[in-house]
């Protein structure tokens, strides 16, 4: 069936990801436009807020640094953390190998750069290029009063997994 799809909410992720068996590496993500840079003068940027989980369900390495760690994500009010992707780490920071640890303002929020994307990866949305990746966990700090981690009326993320060795996809569904 390629009917439409709603979306789940964060509250129904984390009741998924905690019940589905044969999707033992449930994640979730959000596109998001983010401004970037002082107030005044900020940049739009595209993004993800994604869950712990986002980058290893998706087997992949940093180019440089680390990913987001479940516990940076999963907890309320997440760690003011970002991963960048490889392109805007070229553009606005040189490549330099320094980037670790700088921050960026992001919705008038500071956030740490803990790691860059490997170089061809774009983001889990077909066709679109994001430049960050955020923890799913700061939306009510980047978003003047999101509910969206307790309203499961609130239905924005898309929900992707793996299917877990020997599991079939009568299981999973």
């Known amino acids: 069936d390629t009917g439409s799809y709603p979306g789940a909410s964060w509250l129904e992720y984390g009741d998924l990801r905690d019940r589905l068996r044969a999707l033992p590496d449930l994640f979730a993500f959000r596109m998001v436009p983010f401004n970037v840079g002082e107030s005044g003068r900020p940049e739009r940027t595209w993004g993800l807020l994604v869950s712990g989980n986002y980058f ?11 990913f987001l760690r479940p516990d940076e994500v999963e907890r309320a009010g997440g760690a003011p953390v970002v991963v960048i992707s490889h392109p805007y780490w070229q553009t606005r920071f040189g490549g ?60 924005g993320y898309y929900v992707a997994g793996r299917l877990a060795p020997h599991a079939t996809r009568a299981a999973a569904q």
């Open 56 to 66: 290893s369900a998706l087997g992949l390495r940093p180019a440089v640094g680390r």
């Open 96 to 155: 330099a190998t320094n980037v670790l640890g700088q921050t960026l303002r992001v919705n008038d929020r500071q956030l740490t750069i803990v790691g860059v994307a490997p170089e061809r990866f774009q983001g889990t949305v077909t066709m679109l290029a994001f430049d960050l990746w955020v923890p799913a966990t700061l939306a009510p700090e980047l978003f003047a009063g999101s509910r969206e981690l307790e309203d499961r009326g609130q239905r």
